[in-house]
T-cell receptor
Framework: DAKTTQPTSMDCAEGRAANLPCNHSTISGNEYVYWYRQIHSQGPQYIIHGLKNNETNEMASLIITEDRKSSTLILPHATLRDTAVYYCIGVGVGGANNLFFGTGTRLTVIP | DGGITQSPKYLFRKEGQNVTLSCEQNLNHDAMYWYRQDPGQGLRLIYYSQIVNDFQKGDIAEGYSVSREKKESFPLTVTSAQKNPTAFYLC???????????????FGEGSWLTVV
């Protein structure tokens, strides 16, 4: 199973792109990388996931390095409502019992 | 309105009492999960169920019990054996339990349990 490491906190100016890095150096070939975010006292919200290709949806983009040992979540135009804790999750073979959430990155969007 | 419903949102328990947290989903998902989150910490898996009438222990199952009698329901009982139960509890579900197929897990809004 892939353990992930993320910076504890980051700031981003409103309207600018927020780039959140994640290291998952132990990831194996069939493990997806998932990103969720959590606003205080709420359930985590799904953002995006990927295996080896870059992915984009209406919320964000996910850039995965070629060796798959790290990835970056990009919020293209951060708003104040994007202030949250962002979790990069590695998922192991077999599913639920190999999830690793860690403590995430606290992103603060500054007006 | 589709999704995962947890109740109650806030619950106070006296020491020595058992309490049950409700989790219902109308997403027709096979797999359901319970996580615990302590302040400033990540999520830790308590129990999960891949199918009706089956469930497996997670990393921190001691002091907790679950049942899965119906596909849409996965209640969690916090027993008096759980020594430090004050935490934020999250229920989740996914269409199937195999995350390496790229399935997505969805979370409820959580339940705060406080022991008084």
């Amino acid at each position: 199973d892939a353990k992930t490491t993320q910076p504890t906190s980051m700031d981003c100016a409103e309207g600018r792109a927020a780039n959140l890095p994640c290291n998952h150096s132990t990831i194996s070939g069939n493990e997806y990388v998932y990103w969720y975010r959590q606003i205080h006292s709420q359930g985590p919200q799904y953002i995006i996931h990927g295996l080896k290709n870059n992915e984009t949806n209406e919320m964000a983009s996910l850039i995965i390095t070629e060796d798959r040992k790290s990835s970056t979540l990009i919020l293209p135009h951060a708003t104040l409502r994007d202030t949250a804790v962002y979790y990069c999750i590695g998922v192991g073979v077999g599913g639920a019992n190999n999830l690793f959430f860690g403590t995430g990155t606290r992103l603060t969007v500054i007006p | 309105d589709g999704g995962i419903t947890q109740s109650p949102k806030y619950l106070f328990r006296k020491e020595g009492q058992n309490v049950t947290l409700s989790c219902e989903q109308n997403l027709n998902h096979d797999a359901m999960y319970w996580y615990r989150q302590d302040p400033g910490q990540g999520l830790r898996l308590i129990y999960y169920s891949q199918i009706v009438n089956d469930f497996q222990k997670g990393d921190i199952a001691e002091g907790y019990s679950v049942s899965r009698e119906k596909k849409e329901s996965f209640p969690l009982t916090v027993t008096s054996a759980q020594k430090n139960p004050t935490a934020f509890y999250l229920c989740a579900s996914s269409i199937s339990p195999l995350w390496n197929t790229g399935n997505t897990i969805y979370f409820g809004e959580g339940s705060w349990l406080t022991v008084v």
